[in-house]
């Protein structure tokens, strides 16, 4: 076979190790998974009641525009619904924008560490990869703007950034699109946008009116716990939009994703709760960091990076072989850390007690 030789060099995505996999290595009844950025309290009881109910025809094709989800989110936004692009998670998103802009004549500009489907997509197009480091956590925007040149043609932006929780504050975000040069596409990840509270946090809606080189990813993966039905979409100009519908796969989105997705929008209070629900539960990390002395990023999303200064892997086995999946930062860039994503009250008092008995094995 004559593989891309660009193929034959990239690992494919490994998810974090399933409920199932850990109780049969361990011989344990009970797993708290908070690895993968999920919403600990699923999704909106409406939308499961609308998912019941729901009688499709198994034998016909999806909605390939996505109607009813298209102008129910058209309207929530107040965009056009011409300015909406979906996809099978906003993954799918990522991988439309890779392919349409990018090949072996070309080159991208991203943070490190950061989202790695990013890189992962570029490679796949052969595609240069220009990776700036983060600064203390956050972009180094000037950095970033100093690596461009006359063949970028995509500049990647997460906000709040994953792995560290970090964002970028609407004056520095304005400040840089108006920087870059109108013929590169600048992609501002928000996969963890309806987490946000920063006061400073910025208005993505708002700069699309000024910037027509610019599009919004958004998921409903995370805070509508929706991550098994797999939908995310971007926004942008309407010429934008345009080219990249070519480069979408027909009927990307099923059926029952996209009535999830439609009701779950309509259950703002939901989302408030699960967002009153995830500050409370940061406030309990930020704590526990603080009385055991430990770095850590203040985040901005649904999870949280502490530094224990040592092997994150050590850490992350420590809390595996005792019920608890959570990221060893290792493979996120930041070898002595570990990612946790917020749970419940409870879930989160359950991994911190043993928090404790790991840093008091360890003294």
């Not at 939901?270 to 539960?281: I, S």
Request: include cysteine; charge should be negative; aromatic fraction near 10%.
């Amino acid at each position: 076979m004559r593989w891309k030789k660009q193929l034959l060099e990239l690992s494919p995505y490994l998810p974090g190790k399933s409920i199932e996999e850990v109780k049969k290595q361990y011989g344990l009844e009970k797993i708290t998974k908070l690895a993968s950025n999920e919403n600990p309290f699923g999704c909106s009881d409406k939308v499961l009641e609308s998912l019941k109910k729901y009688q499709p025809k198994t034998e016909l094709y999806p909605d390939g525009y996505a109607t009813n989800l298209r102008e129910t989110l058209a309207e929530a936004l107040q965009v056009d619904i011409n300015q909406l692009l979906f996809g099978n998670g906003s993954d799918e998103i990522i991988q439309i924008i890779s392919r349409a802009l990018l090949h072996s004549d070309s080159n991208t500009v991203m943070a490190t560490p950061t989202f790695p489907q990013y890189r992962h997509n570029a490679i796949l197009e052969g595609a240069e990869v220009r990776e700036v480091p983060l600064k203390n956590g956050d972009h180094d925007l000037d950095g970033m703007l100093a690596a461009v040149d006359e063949k970028t043609n995509v500049i990647w932006l997460c906000s709040p950034n994953n792995p560290t929780g970090t964002y970028i504050s609407e004056e520095k975000m304005a400040s840089f699109l108006s920087k870059v040069p109108q013929d590169i596409l600048v992609v501002i990840d928000e996969a963890y946008y309806e987490y946000a509270v920063a006061e400073d946090y910025h208005d993505s809606i708002n700069l699309l009116k000024e910037f027509k080189n610019l599009i919004v990813l958004r998921t409903f993966s995370k805070i509508y716990g929706l991550a098994s039905m797999r939908v995310g979409y971007g926004i942008a100009d309407r010429d934008i939009i345009r080219a990249l519908e070519p480069a979408r796969e027909p009927f990307n989105t099923n059926s029952f994703a996209q009535l999830a997705a439609k009701t779950s929008i309509e259950d703002t209070e939901f989302v408030e709760v699960c967002k009153l629900k995830n500050r409370e539960g940061l406030e309990q990390f930020y704590q526990f960091c603080g009385e055991n002395a430990l770095e850590y990023f203040p985040s901005q999303g649904n999870f949280i990076l502490i530094n224990f200064n040592r092997d994150g892997d050590e850490v992350f086995q420590y809390l595996l072989s005792r019920g608890f999946i959570v990221r060893s930062g290792k493979a996120l860039g930041f070898p002595s850390c570990v990612r946790i994503t917020v749970g419940s009250k409870e879930q989160n008092e359950g991994l911190i007690e043993l928090l404790k008995e790991f840093l008091a094995e360890e003294l």
